[in-house]
């Protein structure tokens, strides 16, 4: 294996083309060493996951219903590629400290690092599936430094787009996925500043893509309905809307009406990037709806206000007449629905 050496290099010199060159050498490089996993592909595991996302597809859980669907048996859910291949909490515990061992792509963040571009954000993660993973593969994955840009000026301040490209095989050296991952390392002290505040007039904000499959649900909005697409055959709800039941499979369907109240499951706060339309900072919640499904949307109050199993109550936010769309205030004095720790 080729060793490329990285060393702290003046924050004048990160700019030419001598350094693009030194980054450009850990190109076609593999990054890390080859990652095995530590488990062949298994139910319980395909089980726990599926449960935590509430995915109901039974090819996942049933192999009668699998095999129904002309498939060998039970498969996994494709998403969980990278969780065949993760190496654990002892493992980022170790690299946290500093103990990580040395690798290309470690000496190609180092070198960058060095030169000042310390920030990092994820930018693209690409999957192809070549085939759906059966029970019993075992699986290793090779990752090589595919990429890295040219310098590039950012909102987030100048930086290099690196690009690694995953490859994924089972026990018998077959190729089952690829996923090509970029990230941009940048300089945060050499960031743009906004010359002007971002307005947060609602009338500015991007509107959604209305499709065949959604347009139902943006009708009943605009009437300030808040509706949930029922399988007319076997009951489940689900949302976001779709053209079929991931439970039966059957194509039927209509609305329930919901009444616009439930508690927060989960919620996120978004500082950064602020496009207009919008207050910051914005909170963003994960509702579970009394019917027994989740949707996603704005809160309408303080940060602090929220907090896990609080109950919440649907209202309605016009978009210069042409869009409505709803977000959830807190129901004022009910007891918070969170279970304590015993």
């Known amino acids: 294996m080729v060793r490329l ?5 003046p924050a004048e010199a990160a700019d030419g ?4 060159a030194r980054l450009r050498e850990f190109v076609g490089i593999e990054a890390t060493p080859t990652r095995y996993a530590q488990d062949a592909v298994n139910q319980p595991m395909i089980r726990h996951f599926v449960e935590a996302l509430g995915d109901e597809n039974p090819i996942y859980v049933d192999e009668r219903a699998a095999i129904a669907t002309g498939r060998d048996g039970i498969v996994a859910p494709p998403p969980m590629l990278s969780t065949w291949l993760m190496v654990g909490y002892k493992a980022h515990k170790t690299a946290a400290s500093g103990k990580a061992p040395d690798s290309p792509m470690a000496r190609l963040l180092g070198l960058l690092a060095d030169a000042g571009f310390v920030g990092v954000v994820a930018t693209d993660d690409e999957h192809e599936y070549v085939r759906e993973l059966r029970l019993g593969d075992e699986l290793k994955m090779t990752t090589v430094i595919e990429d890295v840009s040219a310098r590039k000026i950012t909102g ?3 930086g290099h787009f690196v690009t690694t490209l995953r490859t994924y095989t089972d026990q018998h050296d077959e ?3 690829r996923q090509r991952f970029r990230i941009l390392r940048f300089d945060p002290s050499k960031a743009k500043r906004a010359a002007e505040p971002v307005s947060a ?3 500015l904000r991007h ?4 499709l065949r499959d959604n347009e139902f649900w943006f009708s009943a909005a605009a009437q300030r309905r808040l509706v949930i697409q029922a399988c007319s055959d076997c009951g489940m709800l689900r949302h976001p809307p779709g053209p079929i039941c991931p439970r039966c499979h059957s194509y039927a369907w209509h609305e329930q009406e919901a009444t616009g109240r439930g508690t927060v499951h989960s919620y996120v706060v978004s500082h950064h990037p602020k496009a207009p339309g919008y207050d910051y900072p914005l909170t ?3 509702v579970d709806l009394e019917e027994g499904t989740r949707l996603i949307a704005d809160f309408a109050g303080r940060t602090e206000e929220v907090e896990i199993g609080m109950p919440v ?6 978009y210069d007449g042409e869009l409505t769309l709803p977000r959830f205030r807190a129901v004022t004095g009910a007891p918070s629905l969170e279970k304590e720790d015993h």
């Open 17 to 20: 083309d001598a350094f693009l």
């Open 284 to 286: 963003v919640l994960l």
């Open 5 to 9: 050496s990285a060393t702290a290099i």
């Open 207 to 210: 509107k959604p893509f209305i």
């Open 175 to 177: 190729v089952v996925a």
């Open 201 to 203: 007039d609602p009338g």
């Open 313 to 318: 109550q649907v209202e309605w936010l016009d």
């Open 156 to 158: 987030l301040g100048p």
